[in-house]
């Protein structure tokens, strides 16, 4: 697999030598650090885990609750009672365990609704200004070990920034 892949890498990389290709790289990462939108769409993010964890925080207040009420008051129980108060734990402990896994999946889904419109912006501009200046390809830098090597003069990303910015 590895022979495959390595044998494709260089076939694209012949083809575009041939072409007299343009490269670059670009930290993404560093470039949406910098913008406003990130910032704001980070801070909404932080609302809302918080909000999550305030909801989360009270049905855990209500189950610490009802659990030392029902070890108290248990010597006092009929079977009975014990079962109906096991039984309304158990209900609570799975509506805490449904409300950390909706809860996540919600974040997920909110974080993407705040971040793609930024990411595809950041792409869309990364995309124009290498058809503008004439570049073939350029990587992702900020991809820890995916380039063994970048030239810092090949480094576009406060390029991108500035187109970013410029509105």
């Known amino acids: 697999m590895k022979n495959a892949v390595l044998f494709t890498l260089l076939c694209l990389l012949s083809v575009v030598a041939s072409a007299q290709a343009k490269f670059g790289h670009?930290?993404?990462?560093?470039?949406?650090?910098?913008?406003?939108?990130?910032?704001?769409?980070?801070?909404?993010?932080?609302?809302?885990?918080?909000?999550?964890?305030?909801?989360?925080?009270?049905?855990?207040?209500?189950?610490?609750?009802?659990?030392?009420?029902?070890?108290?008051?248990?010597?006092?129980?009929?079977p009975k009672a014990v079962q109906k108060a096991q039984q309304e734990l158990e209900e609570l402990q799975q509506q805490i365990q449904v409300f950390q896994s909706e809860g996540a999946r919600m974040f997920e889904q909110r974080r993407g609704l705040y971040l793609t419109p930024i990411v595809d912006e950041v792409m869309?501009?990364?995309?124009?200004?290498?058809?503008?200046?004439?570049?073939?390809?350029?990587?992702?830098?900020?991809?820890?070990?995916?380039?063994?090597?970048?030239?810092?003069?090949?480094?576009?990303?406060?390029?991108?920034?500035?187109?970013?910015?410029?509105?």
């Open 26 to 78: 670009v930290n993404t990462g560093l470039v949406l650090e910098s913008l406003a939108s990130t910032a704001e769409a980070d801070s909404l993010l932080q609302n809302y885990q918080d909000s999550l964890r305030v909801g989360l925080e009270g049905l855990e207040a209500e189950f610490s609750t009802m659990l030392e009420a029902a070890r108290k008051n248990q010597p006092d129980m009929t």
């Open 124 to 167: 869309a501009t990364i995309k124009a200004y290498a058809k503008t200046n004439g570049y073939t390809i350029i990587f992702d830098s900020s991809l820890p070990q995916a380039l063994l090597f970048v030239d810092d003069a090949a480094d576009l990303t406060a390029n991108i920034i500035a187109e970013l910015t410029k509105a």
